[in-house]
């Protein structure tokens, strides 16, 4: 025969795992490092960028809620992945761009063929994206303002596109299209993933992004919760395809306040590149 528990009773375990979701969301999570380790498909992508592993790292938010500790554990764990190409998809700081030089500190180097590219959030734009830049061009990251860069492996092109964040006034998609080829394969880093359908409709082949930390709180039946884009929710996180173009969303290295992650620990993503078998390769 069931026996039912008293209200004050039913109150008080309710209220137990509340206190440890909490704090498990609050002291543990937030340091869980996952890899994504994901595939995509470029159409026309030469023969010698078959394999072509791109690193990415999006949302230190250094500040705070961030240690340089736990920074350091995102370079610790990005160095272990080979990287040929490194990208940073902005948000370095919060509430501070000094916050900047640590942040860039304690990331440390990652090496790779091809060098590490970065590009501004809202978060470095809130506070101040000059000081931001610098850390970054000290640390020897170039940085992409609405351009376009042609790098090259084995004489085979690949164009790595940057832009302003989509919330800040300097913001330009077009600018950073004009500045590259059309004919080889083309790679936009966008901190917002709100930018993929005009991304998709220039013909882009891959965005890269971060800004919605995956929602930070993601609970079963229900999904992200906190989730700062217009766009499709699927976007909070993982990778996606639409016609040619591909996007790939990370959940990032920090947090915002509520400096919590439940169901959505924090990520470093290798994206590695793989040609499209039925359309002719370049
Ligand atoms: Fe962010």
């Known amino acids: 025969m069931g026996r039912f528990i008293s209200r004050r009773r039913f109150l008080t375990y309710a209220a137990g795992a509340a206190v440890g979701t909490g704090l498990y969301g609050v002291a543990w999570e937030p340091r869980r490092f996952h890899i994504a380790d994901e595939s995509v498909v470029i159409r026309g992508l030469p023969q ?3 394999g072509l592993k791109v690193v990415h790292l999006s949302d230190f938010h250094r500040g705070h809620w961030v240690s340089e500790d736990h920074i350091g554990r995102a370079g610790d764990l990005a160095r272990t992945l080979d990287a040929d190409l490194v990208v940073l998809t902005g948000d370095f700081v919060t509430g501070r761009a000094s916050y900047a030089w640590s942040c860039l500190d304690a990331l440390g180097s990652i090496p790779s063929r091809l060098g590490t590219f970065a590009v501004m959030g809202n ?8 000081v931001v830049r610098r850390a970054l061009a000290r640390a020897g990251v170039h940085v992409l303002s609405n351009a376009a860069v042609r790098i090259t492996l084995d004489d085979s092109p690949l164009w790595l596109l940057g832009v302003e964040d989509m ?6 998609l077009a600018k950073a299209v004009y500045a590259a080829g059309s004919n080889e394969p083309r790679i936009l880093l966008c901190h917002n993933p709100d930018v993929f359908a005009t991304a998709s409709a220039w013909g882009l082949d891959l965005v890269l992004s971060g800004h919605t930390h995956g929602g930070q709180v993601c609970l079963p039946g229900i999904g992200p919760l906190l989730l700062p884009i217009r766009a499709d929710r699927r976007l909070a996180s993982g990778t996606h395809r639409v016609g040619r173009t591909s996007i790939h969303v990370t959940r990032g290295v920090g947090v915002v306040a509520p400096p919590v992650r439940i169901n959505c ?15 002719p390769v370049a």
């Open 48 to 50: 010698a960028l078959y």
């Open 123 to 130: 978060h470095d734009w809130w506070t101040d994206s000059t």
């Open 167 to 172: 919330w800040s006034p300097a913001f330009s």
């Open 265 to 279: 620990p924090p990520e470093v993503s290798r994206i590695t590149l793989h040609p499209e078998a039925d359309y």
